[in-house]
C-alpha cells in the first residue's frame, strides 16, 4: 500500500515519482474512478517517459487503484462498497489500537502537538469550508497519533489507510460528509483527552466513536447518490 521508495534507503528514481504523482492524482480523484488512460497519455500529462509511467502503472495495479485493460491501456479503479468498507474496516481495527498505544507513551509535549494540530480541523462559523485544506489537517492529526504510537507498520497503515480514504472523501456526492466537522472536531478533543489522561481504554473507545458516525455518514451518501452507477459503487 503506497510504500514510498525512500523508506528503504534507496535513492528516488524517476518511476519512483511518477508513481507518487499518479497516486496522488487518483487519490484525490483528478483521475476520476472508471476514467481510462495511457501510458502516452499519462506520461505527456506528467512530465514522464512512458517506461517510468509504465513502472508506475504496475505498482498502482499491485495496489488496486489502477486496472488493466487489454490492448486499451489501462482504468483508474472503481469505487466499491467493498473497497469504502474495506478502508473504514482497516480503521475501526488500527487507529483504536494505535490510539491505546499513544496513551501509554504521552507526553505533555505531545498533547500540547495533538491539540494544535486539531485547532486546525476546526471550522468557525461562517467561514468558508475548504475541503482540502481542512482533509489535510485531519490527517495530520491522525498521523501524530500513529507515529506516536511507537509501532511503525502500525503508523503506517494507519496513515495510508487515510492517504485512501481520500478517493472516496473527495467524491462530489460526498458533500455533505463535511457538515461533520463539527462534530469532528469535538470526536478529536475526547481522543486527546484520553491521551493526556494517559488511558489508553478510553482513547481506543474514543477513537472507535470517532470512526463510526464519519463510516455511516460516507455509506449513506453514496447510497443517496444520483452517481452511484458511474462509481460502480455496488460492484465488488
Known amino acids: 500500500m503506497g510504500l514510498k521508495a525512500d523508506l528503504d534507503g ?5 518511476a519512483d515519482e511518477a508513481y507518487e504523482a499518479i497516486r496522488a492524482e487518483i487519490l484525490r480523484n483528478g ?28 505498482r498502482l495495479c499491485h495496489e488496486e487503484l489502477v486496472q488493466v485493460i487489454p490492448r486499451h491501456g489501462y482504468a483508474i479503479a472503481p ?30 509535549r505531545l498533547v500540547a502537538e495533538l491539540e494544535l494540530l486539531n485547532e486546525g480541523c476546526r471550522h ?5 469550508l475548504d475541503l482540502a485544506e481542512q482533509r489535510r489537517a485531519n490527517k495530520a492529526f ?12 502500525l503508523a503506517r497503515l494507519a496513515t495510508e489507510g487515510l492517504e485512501e480514504l481520500d478517493r472516496v472523501l473527495y467524491l462530489p456526492q460526498l458533500s455533505t460528509v ?19 489522561l494517559r488511558d489508553g481504554r478510553s482513547a481506543a473507545q474514543a477513537a472507535y466513536d470517532h470512526i463510526v458516525p464519519n ?21 465488488v
Open 79 to 108: 469505487i466499491t462498497f467493498t473497497h469504502v468498507q474495506d478502508l473504514f474496516g482497516l480503521r475501526l481495527v488500527v487507529e483504536p489500537a494505535v490510539a491505546r498505544l499513544t496513551a501509554d507513551r504521552a507526553d505533555s
Open 142 to 153: 491522525h498521523g501524530a497519533i500513529a507515529r506516536a504510537s511507537g509501532n511503525q507498520r
Open 124 to 128: 468557525l462559523p461562517g467561514e468558508e
Open 215 to 235: 463510516q455511516r455518514s460516507v455509506i449513506d451518501a453514496l447510497i443517496a447518490s444520483p452517481g452511484l452507477r458511474f462509481i460502480n459503487l455496488l460492484s
Open 31 to 58: 483521475l476520476a474512478p472508471g476514467e481510462q488512460v495511457t501510458e502516452a497519455q499519462l506520461g505527456g500529462r506528467f512530465g514522464f517517459g512512458r517506461a517510468a509511467v509504465r513502472a508506475a502503472l504496475i
Open 10 to 14: 534507496g535513492s528516488r528514481t524517476q
Open 178 to 196: 463535511w457538515e461533520r466537522t463539527d462534530a469532528s472536531f469535538a470526536e478529536h478533543q475526547r481522543i486527546v483527552e484520553a491521551i493526556r
